[in-house]
């Protein structure tokens, strides 16, 4: 267990409505992840942060801001959500202090836009 | 830039029977590769990993992965499936950029057994 809890699980919303999705860890890591789930593509990573105010953009990042302003919260915030944005949202954190380290997956967060 | 293909969307065993998954991956260097295993609801959980030396690797819940460098595949196997192992499974690749470790994943193959 690597300590991930997201929040909330699920979520249904309408369009056009802004939606944040936290992530929590309570062991400490550097670096946090933002992926979504959708059939047939696997995880593709949205933003991705490696420390305190310090966050990137990964492959599929149109429509999403991320924020880190403490070391154990990673928010993922949809401006204005679309349909196109119903997915199933995973955080995860990099084990490990140096080197290439597996990463760890929180228990996922089910969101409709309708 | 990195890719993973899993050929198999779908896949259905008889509990018992052997199994294998195929993964190929596209990378410039040496990959650092993972299989992830996912149950219905839940999350991801790390099966097993290749970082570097002997190419067969051994995992949790009896699995087992080979490293193949020159058909660029990792292909996943259980000698004998159980029908808890019902899930989705995924195959990633790993690269090093300027901030961090990035995963690649395939598109998942769903397992299913039958009894």
């Known amino acids: 267990d690597a300590g991930i809890t997201q929040s909330p699980r699920h979520k249904v919303t309408e369009t056009g409505t802004p939606v944040t999705l936290r992530c929590h860890q309570t062991e400490n890591h550097r670096y946090m992840y933002w992926y979504r789930q959708d059939p047939g593509h696997g995880l593709r990573l949205i933003h991705y942060?490696?420390?305190?105010?310090?966050?990137d953009k990964g492959e599929v990042s149109d429509g999403y801001s991320v924020s880190r302003s403490k070391t154990e919260d990673f928010l993922l915030t949809l401006e204005s959500a679309t349909s196109s944005q119903t997915s199933v949202y995973f955080c995860a954190i990099r084990g490990g202090t140096a080197g290439f380290n597996e990463q760890f997956f929180g228990p996922g967060t089910r969101l409709t836009v309708l | 830039a990195q890719s993973v293909t899993q050929p198999d969307i779908h896949i259905t065993v008889s509990e018992g029977a052997s199994l294998e998954l195929r993964c190929n991956y596209s990378y410039g260097a040496t990959p650092y590769l993972f299989w992830y295993v996912q149950s219905p609801g839940q999350g991801l959980q790390l099966l097993l990993k290749?970082?570097?030396?002997?190419?067969l690797v051994q995992g949790i819940k009896g699995f087992e992965a080979e490293f193949k460098r020159s058909q660029s595949s990792f292909n996943l196997r259980k000698p004998s499936v159980h029908w808890s192992d019902a899930a989705e499974y995924f195959c990633?690749?790993?690269?090093?950029?300027?901030?961090?470790?990035?995963?690649?994943f395939g598109g998942g193959t769903r397992l299913m057994v039958k009894p």
């Open positions: 942060s490696y420390g305190v105010k310090d966050t």
């Open positions: 990633a690749v790993g690269a090093f950029n300027n901030a961090g470790n990035m995963l690649t």
């Open positions: 290749y970082f570097s030396g002997d190419t």
